[in-house]
């Protein structure tokens, strides 16, 4: 085993969980990375213990103070940026290219962390004469982010710098299957200079997600993973009157018009669909190819047979992922789709144990296929051809999801009209990967999000406090007032 044992992250000190262990595996080549802790009810009630002790003396901070802990974390970001990223790649299996784009994004986020002081300054004004209203923003307490495996230092990272900033103490249940990153993330906050107990690291799956939900003592929670999970922890932590926002999975639509740039839309579309292997919630899944564009089609294919696993494409997470996403693929081959580049039975020399799905492209698929409804989160992109631009809204707008969307095209106004039509919350023209990039926000629409807001930019600093508005007199002469 590469690593020893993962413990929990408890009050700022390492503490071995009591849980059953669970194996965690490279799937770049099956090997035995570290085992992790599976925690107990127990001891998540002790993290939030630790954390609302620490909780006071932080949020009495004021936030100009609070943010010169996340100027110095940002620093460290970099400084580590490549032993960071060789984690992410260690555990998640995806190329270092890739995994140093995902510890740039925590950079960016915490960027954004770093100028909340400049945003959310409250407001004052004189309501009556000689009568004030003041409103500021209060933290919340505790709270709890929980994470999925498919980028474990980014999203981690898009609840940490924003929460604690805003004076939150946060216990961070990470995924079971990429839970390595999260501890470097509590010792690079500690180095940072952030007060013991205020970043929690709790391992585990369903029992923890479960013990987080009910807990009184954590007054929000915050999700990323599939909608099956999401809807459950939006019910169940909901019931127990948290503040819930739930991020879900995706089937993303990329329509593509025959007046599209041919290179540009063919490396686009292939990257979007291929990069992370496909197991990103903004990958494209779906191309929807309007009237005649065979032309970028074949240079598409083109394209994605240059993306090779284990050369410049990463692994997918499991074994059951490679199957589930295989079986996907054959059972569209059975029902009538075309395959046109097919990743089945992957395998890299050297890394034989390791788990590969290379780049698919199927054409002629149905809407009514599973492979064009549910999200196969892998390097597998279905073509489904209409004639009219109206057809393609429509199967855009009939997914149950609504995470991103994209339009290629030339024309100005066919792409505004298709993205004013498409039923998403993150559109691309002319990109495949559609990521608003901060001050803007990330979320998706319908199944994909549960709860308000978003879970990035200025949309979460409404998620992260609660407002307090104070009326204020000093003057006796307000009292000829009505306020008085
Ligand atoms: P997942 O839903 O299986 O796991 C997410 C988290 O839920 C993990 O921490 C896991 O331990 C926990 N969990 C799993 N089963 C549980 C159960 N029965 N009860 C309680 N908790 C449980 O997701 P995943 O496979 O880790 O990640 C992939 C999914 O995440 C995809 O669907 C992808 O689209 C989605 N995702 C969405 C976004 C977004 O922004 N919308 C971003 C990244 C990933």
């Known amino acids: 085993m590469k690593y020893s044992i993962l413990s929990n992250h408890v009050g700022g000190e390492e503490n071995s969980g009591k ?17 992790v802790p599976l925690s107990t009810t127990e001891e998540v009630d002790q993290a939030v213990r630790a954390a609302a002790k620490a909780f006071p003396d932080w949020a009495a901070r004021p936030i100009k103070e609070r943010v010169q802990v996340f100027y110095r974390y940002k620093y460290l970001l970099e400084k580590h940026q490549d032993e960071l990223a060789a984690l992410v790649v ?37 309501v009556s004469r000689g009568v004030e209203c003041r409103s500021d923003r209060k933290p919340l307490g505790v ?7 498919n980028f474990p230092n980014m999203v981690p990272n898009w ?29 690079l906050l500690l180095e940072a200079g952030l007060p013991k107990g205020i970043f929690n690291v709790v391992h585990g799956a369903r029992e923890a997600v479960e013990a987080i939900c009910d807990h009184p003592g954590i007054e929000a929670v915050s999700f990323v993973g599939s909608t099956k999970i999401a809807k459950i922890v939006y019910r169940r ?36 669909m291929t990069g992370c292997c496909g197991q990103r919630c903004m990958a494209a899944s779906v191309m929807i190819a309007v009237g005649e564009v065979d032309n970028i089609i074949e ?70 296929m599973r492979v064009a409804r549910e999200e196969v989160f892998g390097p597998v992109l279905s073509i489904l051809r209409v004639a009219t631009i109206e057809e393609a809204l429509e199967i855009e707008n009939a997914s149950e999801y609504g995470n991103a969307a994209a339009v290629f095209t030339q024309s100005g106004g066919l792409a505004r009209y298709v993205a004013e039509r498409a039923g998403a919350g ?13 001050p ?42 009505w306020m008085s």
């Open 440 to 481: 803007f926000s990330f979320g998706g629409w319908n199944q994909s999000k549960f709860g308000t807001g978003d879970i990035t930019g200025k949309s979460s600093v409404e998620f992260w406090t609660k407002l307090k508005k104070t009326t204020i007199k000093w003057n006796p002469e307000a009292r000829t007032n």
């Open 299 to 368: 240079k598409l294919c083109a394209e994605a047979r240059k993306i090779v696993p284990g050369e410049n494409m990463g692994a997918v997470i499991s074994r059951a992922a490679k199957e589930r996403i295989e079986g996907y693929i054959t059972e569209a081959a059975e029902q009538g789709a075309e395959i046109l580049v097919d990743g089945r039975g992957a395998t890299v020399p050297g890394r034989e144990k390791g788990f590969y799905v290379g780049p698919t492209i199927l054409d002629r698929v149905t809407p009514e």
């Open 143 to 149: 709270v709890a982010s929980i994470t999925p495996f």
């Open 426 to 438: 993150m559109i691309g023209v002319n990109i495949g990967v559609p990521v608003p990039r901060e």
């Open 159 to 187: 609840t940490i710098p924003n929460a604690l900033a805003l004076g939150n103490a946060m216990i961070l249940k990470p995924s079971e299957q990429t839970p390595l990153s999260a501890n470097r993330i509590a010792e």
């Open 90 to 126: 260690e555990e998640n299996g995806k190329t270092r290219t890739e995994a140093v784009a995902e510890v740039q994004k925590s950079v960016e986020v915490t960027e954004f962390a770093c100028a909340l002081p400049q945003l959310t300054a409250g407001e004052i004004e004189e």
């Open 237 to 272: 932590a909901s019931a127990h009157h948290k503040r819930v926002l739930a991020l879900g999975g995706a089937k993303n639509h990329l329509i593509v018009l025959p007046d599209a740039h041919e290179e540009m839309t063919a490396s686009d579309v292939a990257a979007s």
């Open 19 to 35: 849980g059953p262990l669970l194996d965690v595996y490279s799937p770049l080549n099956g090997e035995l990375l570290s085992r």
